[in-house]
């Protein structure tokens, strides 16, 4: 009986350092970031992409806590689902398996009655 050994060429699968958003993600997150500047809603943003999450944060002004976190934890797919909208205390506001459901209790705050 003969064990094969790998050949050079193969690699072990690789856990990646760090979780980030995808392109397609981050046009979604921009798209409706980009509509609540122009409406005079929000300033600024912060990236943060960690070992088990990343973290789009929203703020009203640069030296304030974030408004609102887009958060995205792959480790929680089968469970909690992917992605996830925190509030600025904490509070889980939407949980999904898409992006743009989830976005769209944000985009409940730019529409507004026009007397």
Request: hydrophobic share 40%; with cysteine.
């Amino acid at each position: 009986m003969t064990i094969q050994s790998p050949t050079p060429f193969q690699r072990p699968s690789r856990i990646p350092d760090q979780v980030s958003f995808d392109r397609k993600e981050l046009g979604e997150i921009l798209s409706l970031y980009g509509r609540m500047v122009a409406a005079g809603e929000w300033r600024d943003y912060g990236i943060s992409c960690l070992s088990d999450h990343a973290v789009f944060s929203i703020f009203r002004r640069t030296a304030e806590n974030p408004l609102y976190r887009i958060e995205k934890r792959p480790k929680l797919r089968m469970k909690q689902q992917l992605y996830a909208v925190v509030g600025m205390d904490g509070q889980i506001l939407k949980r999904g398996a898409e992006l743009k459901t989830v976005l769209r209790v944000l985009e409940r705050k730019l529409i507004r009655a026009i007397n």
